[in-house]
T-cell receptor, first 111, second 112 residues
Framework: ETGVTQSPTHLIKTRGQQVTLRCSSQ?????VSWYQQALGQGPQFIFQ???????GRGNFPPRFSGLQFPNYSSELNVNALELDDSALYLC??????????FGPGTRLTVL | AQSVTQLDSQVPVFEEAPVELRCNYS??????LFWYVQYPNQGLQLLLK??????LVKGINGFEAEFNKSQTSFHLRKPSVHISDTAEYFC??????????FGQGTILTVHP
């Protein structure tokens, strides 16, 4: 059974640019959640996708957007990058309302 | 709104000593509670979870936690720690639709 994978591992961008992060969910899971973990902080919920529809959103601006594909993989897009967007972005997959299993994360640095 | 508070930001302990990492939650609805561990430069690994039933939950690597509704706590314990337990530990609370609210984390450092 393949676990949750994320790509890329590391990414460096400059302010104002756009970035796309990718997540492949664990086999059998239909729900993907995204979290932002700033340095020294706990992860914060960005949004969740269930069967290709957004199913809950945290306190993040609209420049954070996402997609879920028919195979339940997912993308997180961030437009107009700001310095404070530098963080570890974690993807978690699950069956809806069940335990979330996390990927290794993508480390985004905004210069 | 649900919140999760981890009462200690850092916990140093000697190898083979017992440890307790403290977590309090607040919620007016039924909650699911979790402990995750994060090793340096890695994602989160599930240690254990409480959904319902027995209040004493056993997890991987010898960890256990007790759900205490009257004290709104979900403390993590291990009777004898190893060097390899050095990591950051996160307590999290969830709702029925799966959004997790995390505490700020507790860095456990095990000294030889």
């Amino acid at each position: 059974e393949t676990g949750v994978t994320q790509s890329p591992t590391h990414l460096i961008k400059t302010r104002g640019q756009q970035v796309t992060l990718r997540c492949s969910s664990q086999s059998g899971h239909n729900t993907v959640s995204w979290y932002q973990q700033a340095l020294g902080q706990g992860p914060q919920f960005i949004f969740q996708y269930y069967r290709e529809e957004e199913n809950g959103r945290g306190n993040f601006p609209p420049r954070f957007s996402g997609l879920q594909f028919p195979n339940y993989s997912s993308e997180l897009n961030v437009n107009a990058l700001e310095l404070d967007d530098s963080a570890l972005y974690l993807c978690a997959s699950s069956s809806l309302a069940d335990t979330q299993y996390f990927g290794p994360g993508t480390r985004l640095t905004v210069l | 709104a649900q919140s999760v508070t981890q009462l200690d930001s850092q916990v140093p302990v000697f190898e083979e000593a017992p440890v307790e990492l403290r977590c309090n939650y607040s919620s007016s609805v039924s909650v699911y509670l979790f402990w995750y561990v994060q090793y340096p430069n890695q994602g989160l690994q599930l240690l254990l979870k409480y959904l319902s039933g027995s209040t004493l939950v056993k997890g991987i690597n010898g960890f256990e936690a007790e759900f205490n509704k009257s004290q709104t706590s979900f403390h993590l314990r291990k009777p004898s720690v190893h060097i390899s337990d050095t990591a950051e530990y996160f307590c999290a609370g969830g709702t029925s639709y799966g959004k997790l609210t995390f505490g700020q984390g507790t860095i456990l450092t095990v000294h030889p």
